[in-house]
């Protein structure tokens, strides 16, 4: 005769097994490399994977991070090692943040002893409000291949609402459930998904590696500031334009100090990561765009610059030292650099942080 | 409130806590305010209706029991089902048979129509009184003297919406010698609760699509493999969508310490209509058989009139799922293969059986019935089309088949249920798992026969 106490012991058993079952596809990094290569996690993955497999060049590394706009592409910089001294690596990935850095830093690098610097490119010095980057859904996305037990409430916490809370809390609980429009095309189209993950395994580290960017530019494109008007580039097609004014023209939000409280959370636990190891932070401002929008803003926080003040490990590369870059040739849209751009960037940053780390 | 959401999953929760830590007097209270909060959770203008219903029926029991004459007690019986009817007929029927005048006179469809919202389960509690009313005139059940246990035969939240149809001598015989369930009751009810689950939003839900991609636009899937995805894909989506109900109900029910009657037995194994009606929505067909078929005259009264029977009975349980002509031409289908079936004397092989069912579903999904008949038209005839279905929906299905061939022979839900712990955790994991990856949670789709 079964008893109560055995059915709790049965209730008990099925969560046990649940949770191992769940565990054995998806905490162990199995489902991972089965990801499609084309989602948020499966980029992730695959810049992570890459990075993991790439051999160590015998010199001191450094590895940049940033989202799309962190224009250091690996081989201009490392063409000059033997004048910098170092060799560089990036795990750049568009779409993120610091949220996500905080885990692919984690992941890449348990030891915290495998790089000479992580160089981290952010848009500003101070923090300016514009979007909500701290409810993002995308990130949930992104991270979940990344996220353990013991990231539950910090991961959910870190979300200013409920809703988003509540998603990202599942997402860290219940990987499974955050992969299931991935599990279920898997299902569908497993045999094109093979090819693809095949085929991504066999080039991406090297495509990222030599694939050289755009080499569109802007060159006569001007903004009267004080009219708000913009002289646009020749040949400029309609989205073209709209994405200039969005960018270019856009309003100024109101400062809340929700980014600078985000930025500084973040910022501080990829701090903590590195706390007690040789490992320098390195911050750089990225070149803002093809032309510099001007300062209207009244800051009310700085995150980078408070962590610089109060941790010796964290640099700051000198504010100015890419507004050069800030020209109509060197970008191909608004945010982003061009092939001229991203080399002539990736060669002057290397040698910021090789003078910032003392050669 | 559906069964399918975190919020039910919350109120089942803190129900079945406060039931089991309450004392015995105050679990019955207990359980009728929860199961008007559930159903005051969906609109709560209608609890004064339940309330009246649940009164006429109780004080009719009441007067019929008392009453000594015959034709007193017959008037009483007949007064309180017109007036549980009459309920039912303006609810229900009111707008069909509004639109169907309509026509008739020439005016438009809804020139005497109104803005009626259907009363939640009002279907299924209707024939549940009906039931109880019946009984108590046949003297086959005592009137209830507690209308607080009366309340709770009508509104009990595990299948107040959507049945099973619960007869009152089983009900009552629960309540009154209520004892705490067995161990392995609690097995059983749990597994069924998940395995409920699992049956809607893991298979269901996901074939709904499909149904739904087809039904939904019938002029961009042209052909009769289309046609015959649509339709294959509703007759899995209907049946795991009910089952998985009725099982998440009589798992509640069980976990409550309440034995609901087993409402489905792998109907699409049926070999024959006749069996099919044994083993899909079973409580439904017993209600049909013994308070219409057999008070008809069953077939006790020749072979032209047990056809007529057959029809007569198979019409009304077609309308009864819904006002509208479809229902009742789904009806007369059954009824008219039921006939054919007794007519020729030898049960129908189980694939035919199959789809002579998918064929009859036909007329439950599409939206009207001139859509319903072009729709099996394209099945027999006309160009070929492509498969709707993904490969993988394919296996699925293979694999469920095989799975409902051995249940049939070796009973292994039955198996697990007496299992060691290990095991039994192993199947509920693996539920657990396919709820995870194949489910639908996006968005709780309702239950096809909450609408009913």
Redesign the interface.
Known sequence: ???????G??????????I???GA?FRTGFYARLLEPNSSAGILRSILYDEKQRRPSGLPEVLTIGDSRMGLRARPANEISNETGYTFATIAMPGSGPRIWYYMLRDIDPTHRRYAAILIGVDEYDDEDYEDIANREMDIRYVTPLLRWSDVVPFAASFPTWQMRWEAARAAL?K??A??AD??DL??N?KFRMKKLEAQQRMAGDLRYNQPWTDHDLRGLSVDWDKRTIEYPPGSSDSKKEMLRNVLLRETADQTGARGAYRSLWYGRIADLYRGSTTKLIFLRLARGPVARPYRVAYRTAAVRELAARNPQVILLPEHAFDSLEQPVNFGDPLHLNERGAQEFSRMAARQVAHALGR | MLFNTPQFFLFLLVTLALFYALPKAARKPLLLLASYFFYMSWNWRFAPLLLTLTAIDYTAARWIEAADAIARRKTLLVVSLAANLAFLAFFKYFNFLAANFAALVGRPENAFGLQIVLPLGISFHTFQSISYLIDVYRRRQAAIRNVVDYALFISFFPQLVAGPIVRAHEFFADLYAWH?P???E??RG?LLVIFGLAKKMAIADPFSLLADRYFGNLAAHPGALPAWSGVLAFAVQIYFDFSGYTDMAIGMALLFGFHFPVNFRRPYLAAGIADFWRRWHISLSLWLRDYLYIPLGGNRKGRLRTYANLMITMLLGGLWHGANWKFMVWGGYHGTLLAAERAVGRAIPRVITFVLVSIGWVFFRAATLRESISIIARMFHGPRGTVLW???QIDLILILLVLAMLEEKWQWFERIV?AP??A???A???L??GL????L?DVAVPFIYFQF
């Open positions: 005769m079964l008893t109560t106490r055995g059915f012991l049965r209730l008990l058993c099925a969560a046990g097994m649940f191992l079952l769940e596809l219940f499974g459930y992969y299931r599990f279920q299902l569908a497993h | 705490a067995t161990g392995e609690l097995n749990a993904p490969r993988w007496r712990a290990w039994y955790g192993a509920m994991a693996v657990l798992l995870e990856l194949i489910g949670t």
